[in-house]
């Protein structure tokens, strides 16, 4: 089995961080595993002993970063510091439920034709909170088969097997270093909070490499309790400006999903018929 840098980046909130590493090492059954955790300014006292006491286990590394939150530099760090042969991007807000999630991730990616890999995540509560990430308005990318039962089939069953889909969350993501090399990473300078998890699945597209979310790796994220969650774009000026870069940057590839109906409805993921289709059949003849 291929070395696993697993990159975790946190600030304060010990109980979570906690919770998160010691699933991490308690549950996973993979058996060659590097943690990274890239610390932003910790000053909560029972997150300074949780990264202290890591700090001297092995097989582990802590390393130190500073200014403005940017979670894109910070992953970027972290994936400087690994020495695994595959990087999992892994929020500090999730926590492992399956010991074999990381074996299946890993198998996946090890895949020649595959690019980047997402596990399907689910809320507190059971109920999924992201199974693929899928056009929406104006750009701004939703969560597929979202609120719905942790055991859904999904649409015609593609919650059963491992599939294609135009992007995953960097809340959980797995991609071997050298694909993560060759695409540069993650973008720092123009997407530092949001979008940079899309951006890098786009690019591994781009260069031919498929982007697949398995559901047979399930882990639950506790979404944005370390963050916040962002506003809504027009009363986010700096979620606007990177919305803005990903469409000046990506432009028709954001409705370009091989997972999902260009005749369904661009609302991140519901898969419901549009009103109008933007595919007509091939026998349809328009009006005079």
Not at 79 to 104: F, H, K, P, Q, R
Not at 136 to 157: A, E, Q, R, T
């Amino acid at each position: 089995a291929p070395r696993v840098s697993v990159l975790i980046p946190t600030r304060d909130r010990g109980r979570m961080l906690g919770r998160c590493v010691s699933s991490l090492r308690e549950v996973t059954d993979y058996p060659d595993l590097e943690l990274v955790v890239v610390d932003h300014e910790t000053t909560e006292a029972r997150a300074r002993a949780i990264l202290e006491s890591l700090e001297s286990d092995t097989n582990t590394r802590v390393i130190s970063f500073s200014g403005p939150f940017n979670f894109a530099a910070m992953i970027n760090r972290a994936a400087e510091a690994a020495s695994g042969d595959v990087l999992v991007l892994l929020n500090n807000d999730t926590e492992i439920i399956d010991s074999g999630w990381l074996t299946e991730l890993v198998a996946q990616v090890s895949r020649p034709e595959v690019g980047v890999v997402g596990a399907l995540l689910v809320f507190s509560d059971g109920t999924i909170q992201h199974a693929g990430v899928h056009p929406g308005v104006s750009g701004l990318m939703g969560h597929g088969h979202k609120h719905l039962p942790s055991d859904s089939p999904g649409y015609f069953g593609r919650l059963t097997v491992a599939h294609e889909t135009a992007a995953v969350t960097g809340a959980c993501l797995a991609i071997q270093a050298t694909t993560w090399q060759h695409l540069g990473g993650l973008d720092e300078e123009h997407l530092a909070v949001a979008y940079n998890d899309i951006d890098l699945c786009l690019k591994s597209r781009q260069a031919g490499l498929w982007v697949v979310l398995s559901p047979h790796a399930r882990l639950v994220h506790h979404e944005s309790e370390s963050r916040g969650l962002d506003d809504d774009p027009e009363h986010n000026d700096r979620l606007a400006g990177e919305l803005a870069l990903m469409q000046e940057r990506w432009g028709g590839v954001l409705k370009a999903d091989p997972a999902y109906s260009p005749n369904l409805e661009f609302d991140g993921g519901r898969f419901q018929l549009a009103r109008v289709p933007q595919k007509m059949p091939v026998w349809h003849k328009p009006p005079d």
